[in-house]
C-alpha cells in the first residue's frame, strides 16, 4: 500500500490539546458522514449495491437467521427503515423472511444467492476501504474510528443512565 501523502488543501492537524469544541457537532458529523458515503458509494456501486445496503446484506449474513428487531439492534435502525430498506434485498432474491422460532416470530434470512452477492461486494467495499485509508491517511482512519467508538460507548452509557 501507498504511504499516504497529504493534499495541499488538507489543514494541519489540529492540536492534540484544543480548548474547547468550535461549531455545530451535528453539522460537523453531517458533513463527514456525506463525504464519507459519497466516497463508499461511488466505488461500492460497481458491485450493483448501494452501501447501505450492503452493510445491511452483511448484517444478515453475519447474524442471520435474525429476527428483525435484534436486527435493527443490531444496526442501530428503527424496525420502519429496516423494513423499507430490507424490501430491495428480498426483491433482489439476496434475503428472504419467513416463520422465525416460535409461530409468533420472523426470521429474516440470507439467500444462497445474497451470500454470493455479499462476498463479491465485498471485494469491490475493499477496495473502496483501502482507498479511503490512501486518502485520508491510515493513522488518520484509525483515530476517526477510536474517536467513533468512544462517541457511541459514552452515548449509550449516558442513554443507559437511570
Known sequence: ????????????????????????SSLKVRRLSRRISQHFDRIV???????????LLCHVVDLGPVRPGELARAMD???STLTRNLQPLI??????????????SRAVVPTEAGRAKRADAKRVWKRA????????G???????????????ALLDAADAAP
Open 1 to 24: 500500500m501507498a504511504v499516504a501523502t497529504r493534499s495541499p488543501k488538507a489543514p494541519a492537524a489540529a492540536p492534540a490539546a484544543a480548548a474547547s469544541p468550535r461549531g455545530c
Open 45 to 55: 456501486a460497481e458491485s450493483g449495491l448501494k452501501t447501505t445496503q450492503y452493510s
Open 77 to 79: 435502525l428503527d424496525a
Open 91 to 104: 426483491a433482489a432474491g439476496w434475503v428472504t423472511t419467513g416463520p422465525g422460532d416460535d409461530e409468533r
Open 129 to 136: 476501504q483501502l482507498a479511503f485509508n490512501d486518502r485520508i
Open 138 to 152: 491510515s493513522e488518520a482512519v484509525a483515530r476517526l474510528h477510536a474517536a467513533v467508538d468512544e462517541c457511541l
